[in-house]
Each structure stands twice: as structure tokens, then as C-alpha cells.
């Protein structure tokens, strides 16, 4: 039996992540084993009820789990709080935090069903599978902060700092991924003028020697938003520090066709969280026209890297594919000539399909 941490937090959360559930429900049906779900608050609902976005039962509870599925967080709600105190500052970032999930894994991979949906023309988009290593507790976003009134004027800083084994098992891993897919390796930094790009990129190269079957190639942060949308496909692997592989991962959710088909797995720790990657999209949540299927990806990467049943993980992915290729699409994917659906039909749709694929 695994015990599994469920989290639907806010927004469309509560709506698309009991359709992941279900898909997971319908995995153990099939595999033979069990899968116990326990829910818990995180967000603007744990402070709308419990005065904090993290609450210490929630945190425990993911400890003592096997996986953590989480739906998302935030809200105009909760933006008028001090900063520190936000759903996603409160509650995300302590949480990987705590959990020790170094590694963010975003996968963009464009179903041949969805090249039309993709902004970027056909032949430039088809054949993009590639995947984003992002570090994930270490950078700006953790650093040292202050906003101060000074005597030339209000003043702001964020502090950028790494260290070499923070980054030494960022890198290891991305090469490991690297090794099992088409073995080239990406790393990106701004080493021409960051000094922390450049302390990661004389790591990249220390290390690559331990992994000679893959290769390695240097592009400037700018360089690869560019090339993502030119030439995608080029793509395998990519590792790259916070900031940067939060602004690329969510680049890169365009080439799929829309965000809600964005997955992705923070690992690291003894416990692995698994989430889409989009937000909480509170101007349609409650209206069931949310798109269900990142977060039932992500259930899929929990198949394959918490689980290890990597036979699972693949007969999710093939249902998700199938239901998309009969033209069943959410209203962000939708174009003429495809089949409207909400969000529980489009979950309802995939169970279908596993089940009976």
C-alpha cells in the first residue's frame, strides 16, 4: 500500500485533482495493489481555515506519505497579505523546502493530436519532447531579500547565491535523465555576466566526464527562450538553475499547446511532490472548464518516479493520448472541429480509456 498526500488547495484545484484520483484509483484496480489517499489543506483554504498556509498537520502528513499530489494555490484573495504570508510564498516554497525537492521536472511533450494547438507553425513545433531539470531550493527566490527606505530613496535587493554541491546534484541528475532519453544535455546560465553562471557552468563541465555517452552543450539564457520557439525539437534535456527554469518551464508549456497540459515532479527528498504546473486559474474555477490533464500527467510521474511502475505510468500517458487524438478537448485546447468537454468528462474520458485500452 502507498499513501499518498493529497492537496487540492485553491482555485481550480479542488476540481481537477480528484480527477487524478480517480485515474490512480483506476491504475490500483488494475495493477493489483493499493493506493491510500489522505487530503489535507495547503493555500488560501488552510488560511482561510487554519490561519496559515502550511499547516504543521499538513506538513507532517506529507512526511509520513509516499507521494504528495498537489492541485495549486493562490488567489486575488490572499494577495492584499505582506508577502511572507501569501499561498505561494507560505506555502510552496517552505514546503519544498522542508521536503528537500531540489530537482523541479518539467516535461513538454506535443501529442501529434495537438499541433495545431501549439502558437508556433507546424513544421517549426512537431516533434518537441524535451525536459526541464530545474533547480529548486536554492537561487533568488531563497536568497536574502530586503525593500528599505534609504536616504537616496526606497531601495530593493534580492540575493542570487550557489553553492558547488547545490549544484553538483542538480547537474548529476540532469545527466542521469539525459543518459536515459536521447543522451544530449543543455545547461543554461548567463555566465557572460552572472558570477553564479558561471560557477555553475565550470561544475557542468567538472562533471561531464562521469558521463561520457552524453552530450553537452552551453547556451545563454536568452539564447534558449529564442531557440524554444525556433527550433524546439533541438531539445533533450535541459538544466538550469530557479529563476531561469521557472520562466523556461512555463515558456516551453506553450509548444504543448496550452499549460494545462504541463506536468511536473519535485524530487529529492524521501518524499516526492507532483503538481501541473499551471496556477490556481481562479477566474474559471467552480465552472468545470478546467483542464484536467497536467495534473493526471503528473499523477502518471508519480507512477514512474515514486512508484517505479513505469509500465503504469506509460498506459496513462497512452490514454491521455488516445482521448486527445478522438478530438475530445477542455476550452483551452479547443478549436473548431473538436469535441468540447469539462473537466470531470475529460477525466472520466481517460479512465475510460485506460480501462479499457
Known amino acids: 500500500m502507498y499513501k499518498i498526500a493529497v492537496l487540492p488547495g485553491d482555485g481550480i484545484g479542488p476540481e481537477i485533482v480528484p480527477e487524478a484520483v480517480k485515474v490512480l484509483e483506476a491504475v490500483s484496480r488494475r495493477a493489483g495493489i493499493e493506493f491510500q489517499f489522505t487530503e489535507a489543506l495547503v493555500g488560501g483554504a488552510a488560511i482561510d481555515t487554519r490561519g496559515i498556509a502550511l499547516p504543521p498537520e499538513t506538513l507532517e502528513l506529507c512526511r509520513q506519505s509516499d507521494a504528495v499530489l498537489l492541485g495549486a494555490v493562490g488567489g486575488p484573495k490572499w494577495d492584499t497579505l505582506p508577502p511572507a504570508e501569501r499561498p505561494e510564498t507560505a506555502a510552496l516554497l517552505p514546503l519544498r523546502k522542508e521536503l528537500g525537492l531540489y530537482a523541479n521536472l518539467r516535461p ?10 501549439s502558437p508556433l507553425k507546424k513544421e517549426i513545433v512537431t516533434g518537441t519532447d524535451l525536459i526541464i531539470v530545474r533547480e529548486l531550493t536554492g537561487g533568488l527566490y531563497f536568497g ?4 528599505e527606505q534609504t536616504a537616496g530613496g526606497e531601495m530593493a535587493y534580492d540575493t542570487m547565491y550557489y553553492s558547488r554541491a547545490e549544484i553538483e546534484r542538480i547537474v548529476r541528475l540532469a545527466f542521469a535523465i539525459a543518459r536515459q532519453r536521447r543522451c544530449h544535455l543543455t545547461s543554461v546560465d548567463k555566465a557572460n555576466v ?4 558561471r560557477l555553475w557552468r565550470d561544475t557542468v563541465e567538472d562533471i561531464k566526464g562521469e558521463f561520457p555517452e552524453v552530450t553537452v552543450e552551453h547556451m545563454y539564457v536568452d539564447n534558449c527562450a529564442m531557440q ?6 533541438q531539445f533533450d534535456v535541459i538544466v538550469t538553475e530557479n529563476t531561469f ?8 508549456s506553450v509548444l504543448t499547446g496550452s499549460i494545462g497540459m504541463l506536468p511536473s515532479a519535485s524530487i529529492g527528498g524521501a518524499v516526492a511532490l507532483y503538481e501541473p504546473c499551471h496556477g490556481s486559474a481562479p477566474d474559471i474555477a467552480g465552472q468545470q472548464k478546467a483542464n484536467p490533464l497536467a495534473t493526471i500527467l503528473s499523477a502518471a510521474m508519480m507512477l514512474k518516479y515514486s512508484f517505479k511502475m513505469d509500465q503504469a505510468a506509460a498506459a496513462v500517458e497512452a490514454a491521455v493520448g488516445r482521448v486527445l487524438a478522438r478530438g475530445y478537448r477542455t476550452p483551452d485546447l479547443y478549436v473548431p472541429g473538436t469535441q468540447l468537454v469539462g473537466t470531470a468528462e475529460m477525466g472520466q474520458l481517460v479512465r475510460r480509456e485506460l480501462e479499457e485500452g
Not at 108 to 117: C, I, Q, W
Not at 245 to 252: H, R, T
Request: proline fraction near 3%; charged fraction near 30%; glycine fraction near 4%.
Open 245 to 252: 527554469g521557472d520562466i523556461l518551464s512555463d515558456q516551453a
Open 228 to 233: 524554444l520557439v525556433r527550433r524546439p525539437a
Open 194 to 197: 552572472l558570477t553564479t553562471s
Open 108 to 117: 513538454a511533450f506535443l501529442y501529434d493530436s495537438l499541433v495545431e494547438a
Open 144 to 147: 536574502a531579500k530586503k525593500r
